[in-house]
């Protein structure tokens, strides 16, 4: 029996007598209108890279100049797009602001970004068609003000959009646009004209447009008005030479701002931070979202982001952002320090002639003081990366506040050490005159090569031995005391002062640790060679010092050796030393305050330098220091590094005083280990 032909279904119709290529042709038309007809509906899948998906998930008008994906969605939620709003800006943002179809939080973000889009734009215009003044702060202070009202004024807090990105983005706007608006206001008010009188109106009220902002805070921060100089966006500023760039993610603009010296600067020993850090945050006033978004007042609070860490914020307590490092790099990169610690060696008229002692923040007395004091021809270079890496560390910065000595260092080790013990001495009378505060306690001395020299001075006794070794090997003049202080001894006014102050002292009482690196304290072979000598003939007092020094110098030149010279068979003067001879390991002083008496109540510590591995560590040398004169036997800890002289910038190093910072801090525990780490 024959089966039935099958039901002829489509797929089994014969091909039109046409052919095979019209009738794809055919079947292909249909299915283009079936396409539209339906709406053009097609979804297709593909893979994307993780550098395409950040910049979907992060990418905004601040990191790549366009519109983020969450604005781009929002306007064509609003049947709109990127280039329609950089058309018709204003139409779009009345879109924006009148559509009923958006959260609250979708609006203000992207009104926020689309007005700093706006802002960027402006402030990227040539000259010629860039707006003026008073329209382009608008646009900062419109991104800044919808960003404020996002992140303050919305259903949701802050804490409940914590991990969002987008709560970081517009963060981001309003701390980029705060910092945009104050330097645009700033720069505008510190008129070329009438610059004092300009700054002096910028620290209290700017009018700008129809907007009023009240700058009262800054003298709640410390400063009084016309101070303020420059305000500098820290994220503006690369440095080269900074190791680090230590900052704290926030809420806020971080700014540097470069301020005028202070009125009794000169008579004072102490310098204060030109370029202090500063966190900036604008207020909008308003209780509400609506009246935020109507208010044409702003309160500007500056604060130290050393002292301030957080702020109340329309009923929020919000973290503050900040930038540590900033400032102290610019300091550094604008202090001229290289050239003229040159100077200062030569005793030329560029250099100094008597230690400063430069605060790198504003003195806080909750905090304890870290002194540090560099080398031979050196400045407070010296401590590029180890101020700024000590401070790095979160728990050391909550506690300690550095101070940087810069001292002449062609002037003799006693000279030195006397005005330096003398600057900081007056220092922290002028901040704490009761000597109550926990700033004046523990301070903690760190010195490096003669720097460490000095600071082991700093904290030892001489007692008579100074003295007593001078009388043994000179011959003091016939109208000299033959013994400071003896009864019936005759006295020539100003002899016994002049030298007294420089051969009997005492500690300071305020400090109770100390940290010696590559510190030469029974001098060194190396100021012996024909170089060093050669370099040491250069150097020459400065007039001002040898004003200084008055009685002294006249009564070291009647000194004469009771040794026959062997060079001359005559008993020549002493004359003054500098620098270079004091750290001779032949040298009189170096030798007679080698074993002076640490105080006990100091702990001090040696970092030493070892740049000679080939031989046995008692042999060793950092190529300037042997290790046999940085070694101190009674040590607490001893870290030997692979390293030349400057052992202070390696890592390991200033882990170490690191360390020893921090366990200072905790009370009660064990001693730190001792011998030495090679």
Same mark, same amino acid.
């Given at each position: ?220 921060? =410390? /400063?009084?008005? +016309?101070?303020? &100089?420059?305000? @500098? ?7 080269? *030479?900074? #190791?680090? $760039? ?100 030569? =005793? /030329?008229?560029? +250099?100094?002639? &008597?230690?400063? @002692? ?7 007395? *909750?905090? #304890?003081? $870290? ?308």
């Amino acid at each position: 029996m024959a089966l039935p032909a099958p039901f002829p279904t489509p797929l089994h119709r014969p091909l039109p007598p046409w052919g095979p290529w019209r009738w794809l042709l055919h079947r292909g038309v249909l299915a283009c209108l079936a396409a539209l007809l339906a709406g053009c509906a097609g979804v297709q899948v593909d893979s994307i890279s993780t550098a395409d998906y950040l910049r979907q998930r992060r990418g905004d008008v601040l990191t790549t100049g366009s519109l983020s994906p969450a604005s781009a969605e929002v306007l064509r939620v609003l049947g709109l797009d990127e280039k329609q709003c950089e058309r018709d800006a204003p139409a779009c943002r009345r879109s924006l602001s009148e559509s009923t179809g958006l959260t609250e939080e979708q609006r203000l973000a992207t009104l926020a970004e689309v007005w700093l889009d706006a802002a960027q734009a402006g402030a990227r215009a040539p000259a010629a068609e860039a707006p003026a003044l008073d329209e382009q702060v608008n646009l900062w202070l419109e991104a800044a003000r919808h960003a404020y009202a996002y992140l303050f004024f919305t259903a949701r807090a802050p804490s409940e959009r914590a991990f969002e990105d987008r709560q970081s983005q517009v963060r981001d706007y309003y701390n980029y646009a705060v910092q945009e608006a104050l330097s645009a206001l700033f720069k505008a008010h510190a008129s070329p004209d009438n610059p004092e009188r300009s700054r002096e109106e910028a620290a209290q009220v700017a009018t700008v447009g129809p907007w009023q902002l009240d700058f009262s805070s800054l003298r709640s921060a =410390g /400063l009084e008005p +016309g101070r303020v &100089r420059e305000v @500098i966006p820290a994220a503006s500023m690369r440095f080269s *030479g900074l #190791r680090n $760039v230590y900052r704290r993610d926030g809420f806020g603009a971080e700014l540097v701002l470069g301020l005028a010296p202070q009125a009794d600067q000169q008579q004072q020993p102490f310098r204060t931070m030109p370029y202090p850090p500063a966190t900036a945050v604008m207020v909008f006033e308003g209780r509400t979202q609506r009246e935020v978004l109507a208010t044409r007042r702003i309160r500007v609070l500056l604060r130290d982001p050393y002292r301030t860490a957080s702020e109340r914020i329309a009923r929020h307590t919000v973290p503050l952002a900040a930038n540590f490092s900033a400032g102290y790099g610019l300091w550094l990169a604008r202090s001229g320090f290289a050239t003229q610690a040159l100077d200062t060696l030569l =005793g /030329l008229s560029g +250099g100094i002639d &008597r230690p400063r @002692i430069h605060l790198m923040q504003p003195y806080d007395p *909750g905090r #304890r003081i $870290v002194i540090m004091l560099h080398g031979l021809a050196s400045s407070p270079e010296a401590w590029i990366n180890v101020a700024n890496e000590v401070l790095g560390d979160e728990a050391l910065r909550r506690n300690y506040q550095i101070w940087q000595v810069y001292y002449p260092t062609n002037a003799p080790l006693a000279v030195n050490r006397d005005t330096i013990a003398t600057a900081i001495e007056a220092t922290l009378r002028h901040f704490d005159p009761e000597g109550t505060a926990r700033a004046s306690q523990h301070v903690t001395l760190i010195g490096h090569s003669m720097g460490g020299v000095l600071a082991r001075l700093l904290v030892s006794s001489s007692g008579d031995r100074l003295w007593n070794a001078l009388q043994a090997r000179y011959e003091l003049p016939d109208d000299a005391p033959q013994e400071p202080g003896a009864e019936g001894a005759p006295d020539v006014p100003g002899t016994r002062q002049a030298l007294d102050r420089y051969l009997r002292f005492s500690p300071l009482p305020q400090v109770s640790e100390a940290i010696f690196i590559a510190a030469p304290h029974r001098g060194t072979p190396f100021a012996n060679h024909r170089l060093a000598r050669w370099a040491a003939n250069l150097i020459s007092l400065p007039i001002g010092m040898v004003r200084q020094l008055g009685d002294a110098t006249r009564v070291m030149g009647r000194l004469r050796p009771r040794a026959v010279s062997a060079d001359t068979g005559a008993a020549a003067p002493i004359g003054i030393p500098n620098s270079i001879d004091n750290l001779s390991d032949r040298d009189d002083y170096i030798r007679w305050t080698a074993d002076l008496p640490i105080d006990p109540g100091v702990r001090y510590h040696s970092i030493i330098g070892d740049d000679t591995p080939d031989v046995p560590l008692a042999e060793s040398s950092d190529g300037i220091v042997p290790y046999a004169s940085a070694h101190l036997p009674s040590a607490a800890s001893e870290l030997v590094l692979p390293s030349a002289h400057s052992v202070q910038e390696h890592p390991r190093a200033i882990l170490e005083i690191r360390r020893i910072l921090n366990e200072e801090l905790q009370e009660g525990e064990g001693a730190a280990p001792t011998g030495p780490a090679r």
